[in-house]
């Protein structure tokens, strides 16, 4: 019998329960509902969205006219908000308040002169979204991680705002050595606290218990997920990760020789997705928390 143990906290976080919602409310009064992107990082999740008549769009300009789009938690940026505006686009606006903060933090302190340094990964939708409110794009830069703050220029005043998926140690040392880039350093930690949560809960679940491994339950695309994976593997535990419950047919092998195995989901990962993959596991004793 393998025995699984939940982390804490895992699945939905509420910024993007609250856009699921939405949309959900939105395809039952309108069969004309769109999004800018995947409405989130998960894309079975997606596909059930769709199955009930989302519509989604690779760009802004994709939404045809008379449409309703509605803004995903990653938020958008100014140019993208005013052109929706333009053309007449009713707009409902699910940005997570946590990746609002990350904006407004971010147009301000470009307004006060502050060279922005954004923490987080170029290509993802938060990063663009938050770059599209700087005031001065020639005042800001992007970096991934430490190797990459070492390569930052002198400013006299410099602004560092996280991803709010960032992990808490990347950015207490990337801090260290912006201290060292300034003569004035203005730290925003914009990371939301349902990701320090699902930190912090992969942490203990492998800590406190003597688990053989950990399936990890997420998009390939969620950066978050990826972050889980980080914290897993760097307390010396093996993880699968799995989009899907049909993964675990194919990666049969890993669950042998294996009596407690623990499960951690990203924050875009539905629950109806976790409890499919703890019901596809043969034998089974299910231990709520940590």
């Not at 903060?101 to 290509?123: F, H």
Request: aromatic share 4%; charged share 25%; glycine share 6%.
């Amino acid at each position: 019998m393998i025995n699984i143990i939940m982390a804490e906290h895992a699945g939905f976080c509420f910024g993007v329960r609250r856009a699921v919602n939405a949309i959900s409310d939105a395809l039952n009064n309108n069969n004309n509902v769109w999004t800018i992107g995947l409405p989130i990082h998960n894309p079975q999740e997606v596909a059930r969205l769709e199955s009930l008549g989302l519509h989604v769009a690779d760009n802004a300009g994709g939404i045809p006219s008379g449409a309703k789009v509605l803004i995903r938690a990653h938020g958008e940026s100014l140019s993208v908000m005013e052109s929706l505006k333009a053309r007449n686009i009713e707009v409902i606006d699910m940005t997570c308040p946590f990746v609002r903060k990350a904006q407004d933090m971010a147009a301000n302190l470009s307004r006060e002169n502050y060279y922005v340094i954004l923490l987080g990964d170029k290509n993802h939708p938060e990063i663009k979204g938050i770059l599209g409110h700087v005031i001065d794009n020639k005042n800001v830069e992007v970096i991934a991680d430490e190797s990459e703050a070492e390569k930052v220029s002198y400013h006299a005043k410099i602004a560092l705002i996280s991803q709010t998926t960032q992990r808490e140690e990347r950015l207490a040392k990337v801090t260290g050595i912006l201290t060292r880039k300034s003569s004035e350093l203005h730290v925003c930690n914009t990371i939301c606290k349902a990701t320090s949560e699902r930190q912090q809960a992969a942490r203990e679940l492998v800590r406190n218990n003597h688990v053989d491994g950990v399936i990890l339950i997420g998009g390939r695309e969620s950066a978050n997920t990826g972050k889980l994976r980080d914290i897993i593997e760097s307390e010396g535990v093996n993880v699968l990760w799995i989009e899907e419950p049909e993964e675990l047919n194919a990666n049969s092998q890993w669950l042998n020789n294996k009596n407690m195995v623990g499960i951690a989901a990203g924050a875009s990962t539905p629950e109806w997705l976790i409890d499919k993959v703890i019901n596809n596991i043969a034998a089974k004793k299910v231990v709520k928390g940590v």
